[in-house]
């Protein structure tokens, strides 16, 4: 992100989506986990995993909308009648992976799960081992109290047990939403950091990046994080009124989704108003190299077989050394993909291994509270023989007039 030129992919034409006949394949391998997992049912209601399953992307309503998928034979969409045109629609029920059945106002949608999984819990409540049903995180408790009262005896788990392992290793279709994505967002990055930005509100500034990532093909602009000045060393600072002055940094997070799949990517610049001296400090410019070094050295540490945790330990061991391990204090980076925050965590605790397809943000930061931050970050896969880095700007530190 050093010269005039824009380093950049122009967008395609066409977008990419994820093949119909996609989601019968992922109907199967849920439904075998299901069984594998001696469950009687997964439940699953509006949200990514719905997404996932049936390319289904409905509205989080009062009222139910429901994935019934039994341990063996066929799946259902039950939705409310008012909803049947976009369900049928969805590629799950078009590509005739599962049935579509609907519910009337006056019915009760609850008891028409009990029916689809079998009546199961009451007639099976003496047996030593109760029935199980997984649902899915993102079900709200108001529905999962009701299916409770209809279905007592049953015991319900999370999904997560089933999809959480499907949904962590992105597919070749999901990788090419994710760069895409990326690279999206690496053009609205470059355009916001050199663009006009000192004399402007921070929330202004953060309205034309929610503009840019529309323009550039995002479902939505989910975030827009302008920290300046002192504002940058709060690590999910909201863009406020502040006026950004010359001669002050400016971390830049941006991203939503494109095609279902995340962007989010990080930079830091810092604006001199065209006053040759008000150009950084030597003290951000050390806090910068440190940062840059730690950044890519966690992202180089990406590997298969190489646990999660070892990944912020990179970024970690590297910023504490000099000095700012306690400036550090939030994970080096989380998954993404259908949603924004997902599986795996870089974080430590986590000891779990990366494997080929895995897609996270490398992320560290250091933060002087009161005076200044920094932050890089990049959507990172985890490929064969090493990372795959979706963001393409730039990551030396953005000296710009602003
Ligand atoms: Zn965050
Ligand atoms: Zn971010
Ligand atoms: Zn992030």
Redesign the pocket.
């Known amino acids: 992100m050093t010269g005039p030129v824009a380093p950049i992919s122009v967008a395609p034409a066409v977008r990419p989506r994820i093949p119909a006949a996609r989601f019968g394949a992922r109907l199967a391998q849920a439904q075998a986990g299901v069984a594998e997992r001696g469950l009687r049912a997964m439940l699953v209601s509006v949200g990514p995993d719905l997404v996932y399953l049936a390319g289904y992307e409905a509205m989080p309503l009062e009222r139910l909308t429901m994935l019934v998928v039994p341990a063996s034979g066929r799946a259902t969409l039950l939705v409310p009648r008012l909803e049947v045109a976009p369900a049928r629609a969805c590629p799950g029920v078009a590509g005739g992976h599962l049935d579509l059945e609907t519910w009337e106002e006056t019915e009760d949608p609850v008891d028409r799960v009990a029916h689809l999984v079998g009546g199961f819990g009451s007639a099976f409540a003496g047996r030593a081992t109760p029935d199980r049903a997984a649902v899915s995180d993102r079900l709200w408790a108001f529905h999962l109290l009701r299916l409770q009262a209809v279905l007592p005896g049953a015991v319900f788990v999370s999904a997560s047990l089933v999809l959480r392992d499907l949904r962590i290793v992105k597919d070749a279709d999901e990788i090419a939403l994710l760069r895409l994505a990326a690279e999206a967002a690496d053009r609205v990055m470059w355009e916001i950091a050199h663009g006009r930005l000192v004399g402007r509100s921070e929330a202004d500034v953060a309205r034309e990046v929610r503009d840019r990532l529309l323009a550039e093909g995002h479902d939505r602009a989910d975030?827009a994080?302008v920290g300046s000045g002192p504002n940058s060393a709060s690590p999910h600072h909201e863009a406020s009124d502040r006026i950004i002055e010359a001669g002050e940094p400016i971390v830049l997070?941006i991203?939503g989704p494109f095609g279902g799949y995340g962007s989010?990517?990080?930079r830091t610049i810092w604006v001199t108003g065209g006053d040759a001296t008000r150009g950084p400090d030597d003290e951000f410019l050390r806090l910068y190299s440190v940062l840059r070094a730690a950044q890519a050295e966690a992202t180089h540490a990406v590997h298969p077989g190489v646990a999660c945790e070892r990944i912020d330990l990179v970024a970690r061991e590297l910023i504490s050394a000099a000095g700012h391990g306690a400036h550090f204090f939030h994970r080096t980076g989380h998954g993404i993909g259908l949603e924004g925050h997902e599986d795996p965590y870089l974080v430590a605790g986590n000891a779990e291994e990366l494997r080929p397809g895995m897609a996270f943000?490398v992320?560290p930061g250091i933060y002087l509270a009161g005076r200044y931050g920094a932050r890089i970050?990049d959507i990172v896969i985890c490929g064969d023989d090493g990372p795959i880095v979706l963001n393409q700007l730039d990551r030396d530190l953005l000296v710009v007039t602003g």
């Open positions: 975030f994080i997070d991203g989010d990517t990080t943000s992320e970050e």
